[in-house]
């Protein structure tokens, strides 16, 4: 669920997703401070004192709940504690993906759930480019976005997408250069995660004339053909490369190209460890047509825009920019030690040494260094045990 915060912070709206629908969950894990500090309990149900009652709209009747916390780690969960009231509730309303739930505050421990009144429906339709395997598609609609045109160039992975929408006929197999920019239907967004082979700094680093890394402007090239049906906006996804390669250069060829199109620019840097247990920030842009519009270009260092991202910004004021005033990012709940399995060292599922070997020699010059002075370290603080009890 997404919640966004009225002025007085006394409400918060609860955008259902079907993944809530499927659990039964009511998801508060970014809206702990709407909540008594104290009511966050252990792993089975706390003191009554430690509780809040939420009065639920239309079944005539209040829970006591709290936030659980995990067996394991003692952490807290992301969602309330309880699934056969929050069923019931949505039983009761027929509550579909993509409705809103508003969480009322009446007092320091008491809440009201109700159900928002559906506003006139906004047709929220996007072409996805890249589109790979689809897992861009499926975080789009998880936010109400019907996807209507998709392309990529790999046939295995649009087997995969096929698979995974199976009704669906739009998906357009080949090369960006060679789609007609009439066969795009029009839409509300553009989204774009590109390759990011000649940006990485694994890859090749050859940046935006690099092979892979070109196609870039073969989107360019479509938006350019498609006119006044232009999207009112763009997103493009790719790695910190992008930021870097050739000292920005590369990248403020990418804004001027999308600016000189009538858009105003934003960009941040989101790192998927805020979410999950993995490290991987990425660049976003997002492009909104303004058709030369005053806009706000001035913005603020933040955890999205950190320093190098900040520093572009600032000294390219020829690049039109709608800078957001966006929330601090959540800080990370979940540690690979977390969820990662201790498979002893028979198990199948290791890589063997050929193949270890192979992967070993797809890494970069820094990867490979940073591997291998890990193994130092490892190695020396082995032997320092081995060593110590000998000279104690």
Request: glycine share 6%; with cysteine.
């Amino acid at each position: 669920m997404i919640a966004l915060k009225d002025e007085a912070d006394k409400k918060r709206l609860l955008r259902v997703t079907a993944g809530n629908v499927r659990w039964s969950h009511l998801y508060v894990s970014r809206h702990r401070d709407f909540f008594p500090s104290d009511c966050v309990g252990g792993p089975k149900r706390t003191a009554k004192a430690n509780t809040i009652e939420i009065e639920l709209e239309g079944l005539g009747r209040t829970v006591k709940t709290d936030i659980g916390s995990d067996a394991k780690t003692r952490k807290p969960r992301g969602f309330l504690r309880g699934r056969e009231w929050v069923r019931q509730f949505f039983e009761y309303h027929a509550v579909k993906p993509g409705a809103l739930l508003a969480l009322e505050r009446l007092s320091e421990r008491a809440y009201r759930l109700s159900v928002q009144p559906r506003a006139q429906a906004v047709a929220l339709e996007c072409a996805e480019f890249f589109a790979g395997i689809g897992l861009v598609r499926l975080a789009l609609e998880r936010q109400n976005w019907h996807v209507v045109f998709a392309n990529d160039i790999d046939p295995k992975k649009a087997e995969m997408y096929c698979h995974n929408w199976p009704k669906d006929d739009h998906l357009k197999v080949g090369d960006i250069h060679e789609i007609n920019a009439d066969d795009v239907p029009n839409c509300t967004l553009f989204m774009a995660s590109f390759p990011c082979n000649d940006l990485s700094i694994a890859g090749r680093w050859e940046g935006l004339n690099g092979k892979e890394s070109s196609t870039f402007w073969g989107l360019i090239r479509i938006l350019r053909e498609t006119g006044r049906r232009r999207p009112p906006l763009i997103m493009l996804e790719d790695v910190l490369g992008f930021l870097m390669r050739h000292k920005g250069r590369d990248f403020e060829q990418a804004l001027l190209a999308v600016h000189e199109l009538g858009y105003a620019v934003d960009a941040v840097i989101l790192n998927a460890i805020h979410w999950a247990p993995q490290s991987r920030p990425r660049l976003l842009v997002i492009a909104e047509r303004d058709e030369g519009q005053k806009t706000q270009s001035c913005a603020l260092m933040s955890d999205v825009r950190p320093e190098a991202l900040f520093d572009f910004i600032s000294s390219h004021p020829d690049i039109r920019s709608n800078i957001r005033d966006l929330p601090p990012l959540p800080a990370p709940r979940i540690q690979l030690e977390d969820i990662i399995e201790d498979l002893p060292d028979e198990n199948p599922h290791w890589w063997n040494k050929e193949r270890a070997d192979y992967f070993m020699s797809q890494m970069s010059v820094r990867h490979a260094l940073a591997y291998s002075s890990a193994q130092q370290s490892d190695w020396s603080q082995e032997r320092h045990a081995r060593v110590e009890p000998e000279t104690a």
